[in-house]
């Protein structure tokens, strides 16, 4: 999928697990839903790090290039280090190490850890890529008409209020995770949310996802998950945008109805 598309999935999971949460009793206080939707829809992006043409490659200037560029080479390595003679030759990197559950996994639990050993800062710096991100995704043609300098301040100014916000009393620093001392630690958790979320989206379109890696399957450890080929659609095509693109503003409204027990 495109990077509209998977921002708005990341931030749809994210208002869809608030529901959830406040069905099992651990209601998010509605900072923390804020937060979270705004972090996973970012999030959703990071995947694509393996693509110099990515929504992704472009939201940090120069740096956020040669981080791509990187990626790509390093994912090409792990791949053919670690292929079966199933697995098909390639060129490059996309969509493949960065499109697993477990570059999800780690992603989060690095950043979950950052954030509780940082403190303050590490979580301003977190929440300002994330949202930077966020505004890549959701605000997509604005954004790529606009200044970058604008959309990084944009980021920034937001990071600095909603982490001000989230330090007060009661307003969710220390949501599930309640302990002296995991203060933000839940902050992983929609990052591994809207990771897993874009690793999802891709398994639908024709390509599909080696998202169960490094599991085999039969004859590949890169095996392509996906529903039957009829199902599946071309990236940026009109089922994404007419369909999914509206079904997921639905839903992530819907959700955040039921997160705010406003229902």
Known sequence: MMGPAHSLSGAAAW???????????????????????LVSAGAALA?????KSATISRAFGPVSRALCGITDRISFSVYKA??????????????TLTHTWLFAVLMGAACSAAAVL???????GLLFVHLVLAVEGLLWRAARVSSDVLVWLLGATGAWLLTDILSRSGNGASWYFDQPGQEYMWLGLPIVLGALVHDIGDALTVSGCPVLWPIPVGRKRWYPLGPPKFMR???????????????????GGVGGVFALNLI
Request: no cysteine.
């Open 118 to 124: 940082g403190g303050r800062w590490a979580v301003l």
């Open 47 to 51: 995947p694509d790090l393996d693509h």
């Open 233 to 251: 659609f071309r990236a940026g095509s009109w089922v994404e945008i007419k369909v999914l693109m509206p079904l997921f503003m639905l839903a």
């Open 15 to 37: 208002l869809g697990a608030g529901a959830l949460a406040a069905a099992t009793g651990h209601t998010m206080p509605w900072p923390v839903l804020v937060v979270g939707a």
């Open 82 to 95: 670690t292929r079966k003679k199933g697995d098909p030759s390639r060129s490059g990197g996309h969509r």
